[in-house]
C-alpha cells in the first residue's frame, strides 16, 4: 500500500512538472531579470501536494511570520511577492517595508514580480521555523560578507527578534541596504541634543543588519554619518540634496523601530542612501506562546 501511494505520487509530480519544464536553478545565483511565473508556480505547487502527504505531521501551533524589504534599485517600483504560490503581499512601495504576514513553517518559497505583472525580479526558498520571524529583502549586487545566515546576497533573509522590549523601552535595528562599501557609522540622538550620541555602530559592514541598545521612549534623530562624526550626510543625487537623517521621531514604548538604509545612483559615494523606518508594535504572547504583532 505504501509503495503504491508513493508511485502514484511520483507520476502526479512528473505530470505537473511536464505541464512548465521547470529547470532547476542554483540559490546562488537568485537575482533574476526574467523568469516564467508560470515555472515556479508550478514547482511551488508539485511541494504544496506532496510534501504534507511524504512528511506528515501535526498542525504548528506558531505560524512563521514574514515582511519584505524593497530595495531593488535596479527596478526601483513596487512589487507583489508571492509565497509558495499564493500572493501574500502586493504593492510594497520601492525604499520600504511590508507588514508582516503569516506563513506556514517549513519550506518557504519567496517569489518577487514588479507589481501587477508576471515579470520575475528574484526569488529565494529557505527553513521557517515556527514561531520564528524573518524579513526578506531584496536589494541591488552589492553583496553582504561571507558567512552571513542566512544568505550572502540578493535576496538576504534576516531572522528577526519579535519579543517584546523592556517596559518604557523600544528596540530596533538598523539595515544598512544600501550600496555602498564606504566607512558609515549609524547613531541615534535625543532631539533635545542632537550633538550627543545615545548609541553609535561603528563601521558597520554593508548588507547587514544590526540591533541597537534598547532606549527610552522619546524623539529622537537616526542618521548615519562619516567616522566619529556628528552632521548627517547629504545625498546630492536630488535637487533639492536631501538631508539623510530620521529627524525628531517620536517613538512610543513598546515598538520595534527599524531604521532602512535603500541605494540609489551615487554608487559607491557613502551618501548615495535614503532612510526609511518601520514600525512593529508587539504584544505579549499568546496562550500558545506564539509571538503577537498589533498591527
Known amino acids: ?8 505520487l511520483g507520476a502526479l509530480a512528473l505530470s505537473l512538472m511536464s505541464w512548465a519544464s521547470y529547470s532547476s536553478k542554483s540559490l546562488a545565483n537568485p537575482q533574476l531579470s526574467t523568469k516564467s511565473l508560470q515555472e515556479f508556480t508550478t514547482a511551488s505547487l508539485v511541494n504544496s501536494i506532496l ?18 524589504i524593497n530595495a ?8 507583489d511577492v508571492i509565497v509558495n504560490g499564493k500572493k501574500v503581499l502586493e504593492n510594497v512601495d520601492f525604499r520600504q517595508a511590508s507588514k508582516y504576514v503569516n ?3 517549513g519550506n518557504i518559497q519567496v517569489l518577487f514580480v514588479q507589481s501587477g505583472t508576471p ?9 521557517g521555523a515556527p514561531n520564528s520571524a524573518y524579513t526578506v529583502a531584496i536589494t541591488g549586487t552589492l553583496q553582504g560578507p561571507p558567512g552571513q545566515p542566512l544568505f550572502n546576497q540578493s535576496p538576504f533573509v534576516i531572522p528577526e527578534d519579535l519579543t517584546q522590549p ?9 539595515y544598512r541596504f544600501s550600496e555602498t562599501s564606504a566607512v558609515i557609522d549609524f547613531r541615534i540622538s535625543k532631539s533635545s541634543s542632537p550633538n550627543v550620541d545615545e548609541t553609535r555602530i561603528t563601521d558597520l559592514t554593508p548588507k547587514t543588519a544590526i540591533p541597537y541598545p534598547e532606549l527610552t521612549a522619546g524623539e529622537y534623530n537616526f542618521n548615519p554619518v562619516l567616522p566619529d562624526q556628528f552632521d548627517p550626510l547629504i545625498n546630492n543625487a536630488f535637487n533639492p540634496p536631501i538631508t539623510v ?7 512610543p514604548e513598546g515598538v520595534i523601530s527599524d531604521v532602512i538604509a535603500t541605494g540609489n545612483g551615487l554608487g559607491q559615494a557613502p551618501n ?14 499568546d496562550a500558545n506562546g506564539c509571538n503577537q504583532i498589533v498591527q
Not at 504534507?52 to 501551533?61: R, T, V
Not at 515579470?119 to 527553513?127: C, L, P, V
Open 166 to 174: 523592556n517596559p518604557g523601552k523600544f528596540k530596533g535595528r538598523w
Open 72 to 79: 531593488a534599485v535596479s527596478t526601483a517600483s513596487p512589487v
Open 103 to 105: 506563513v506556514t513553517p
Open 245 to 251: 537623517e530620521v529627524a525628531n521621531q517620536q517613538v
Open 51 to 68: 510534501d504534507p502527504i511524504l512528511n506528515p505531521s501535526k498542525p504548528y501551533l506558531c505560524t512563521t511570520k514574514l515582511r519584505v
Open 272 to 285: 548615495s542612501l535614503l532612510l526609511t523606518t518601520a514600525s512593529t508594535q508587539t504584544a505579549p504572547p
Open 119 to 127: 515579470s520575475t525580479i528574484a526569488y529565494r526558498t529557505f527553513t
Open 1 to 8: 500500500m505504501f509503495l503504491t501511494k508513493r508511485l502514484f
